[in-house]
């Protein structure tokens, strides 16, 4: 499906930080094959820091959820407005599709059948190839440019921090010895998370071996990070709550390892090129795995793994079995 280079170019990927990380490789690629194309970028509050003020990108539209059906009709209108010579909706939900169709293009690629939701694919007239369910998603999102017919380049994900931002990772991070490890603690879904003792012994190994830790987590991850705090027999730096989205681009740059489980802040490390480990359970390292860091996996184990739900009735088994010792060991063979 080769286009010609397109004046106007529209991505739809309202969601989860994780998923709007792994499209900017997609982005990154669109604007080296159409250097001179007008790249607009559909976006939700929670994730939109991640591209705003992205250098391959030209617009960004958020859409305030919070605001209900009038939002979503003003926010549809904007979308109109772009008035896109192609659309590219990464959603696959009802959402998405609406404002895929909404913006008017032709073509509006989105994903087959078998991968979208919610009738999504009804919205899109033209489609990737189906793909196994678990698949890596950053790689599917870059099937949308084959799709298009653009040259292959290298996965690059263009996150880079402005001074001010590096300055204030300079205040969070005053005082704190290198080579440092950088744990977030926290998640979208309680069945992802590890445990704060198994943490603090973590933290505690370390350290033995010479490495700081800066606990790293968002203001729903306050209490947890202040359990591994409680339990950590060795002086930590903790940031849980005190950071934007943001500031975790050059807060992850500058640590040997990143360490943690299934999450946004994951996805930003590695697109920063921080070594990551990272812990697996409820959902699929396969699918989610963190760009780069594929020999930093740790994998729990449990008949029903993995089940993606957010909350789990058996206590996290799947999380139980993964050993400090295994983490520690990971971490160390990690570090940059």
């Not at 990154?28 to 001179?36: G, K």
């Not at 445990?195 to 933290?203: G, M």
């Not at 370390?206 to 203001?219: D, H, R």
């Amino acid at each position: 499906m080769a286009t010609a280079a397109p004046e106007r170019v529209l991505i739809v990927l309202l969601g989860a930080i994780g998923d709007v990380v792994r499209g900017l490789p997609l982005l990154m690629r669109l604007r080296a094959a159409w250097p001179q194309a007008h790249i607009t970028w559909a976006v939700e509050p929670l994730s939109a820091p991640v591209v705003q003020g992205h250098p391959a990108l030209d617009e960004v539209i958020v859409f305030e959820r919070r605001g209900g059906a009038r939002a979503f009709a003003a926010f549809l209108q904007r979308i109109r407005a772009v008035r896109p010579d192609v659309t590219l909706d990464l959603q696959r939900h009802l959402k998405s599709g609406v404002t895929s169709r909404v913006s008017g293009a032709r073509p509006r690629l989105g994903f087959a059948r078998a991968n979208s939701r919610e009738g999504n694919w009804l919205f899109n007239n033209a489609h990737v190839p189906a793909r196994p369910h678990y698949s890596s998603k950053l790689a599917h999102f870059l099937t949308f440019a084959d799709r298009l017919g653009l040259p292959p380049a290298p996965v690059a994900f263009g996150l880079r921090p402005t001074a001010d931002e590096e300055r204030h990772a300079d205040e969070l991070l005053a005082g704190i010895a290198q080579p440092f490890l950088a744990a977030f603690v926290g998640s979208s879904c309680e069945s992802r998370l590890w445990f704060p003792d198994r943490t603090a012994r973590v933290i505690e190994a370390v350290a033995a071996q010479g490495m700081a830790t800066v606990l790293l987590g968002g203001p729903g991850d306050v209490g947890f990070a202040g359990e591994v705090e409680a339990q950590c027999g060795v002086p930590l730096r903790n940031l849980a709550g005190r950071t934007g989205l943001r500031d975790l681009f050059a807060i992850f740059a500058r640590s040997a390892v990143a360490f943690g489980p299934d999450s946004g802040p994951m996805h930003i490390a590695a697109a920063v090129g921080a070594p990551v480990v990272s812990m697996w359970g409820a959902t699929s390292a396969a699918r989610s795995m963190p760009w780069g860091s594929e020999d930093g996996l740790l994998q729990g184990q449990a008949d029903c793994m993995p089940c993606f739900r957010k909350t789990c009735p058996i206590g996290r088994v799947c999380m139980q079995t993964i050993a400090v010792e295994a983490a520690v060991g990971r971490i160390l063979a990690k570090r940059r």
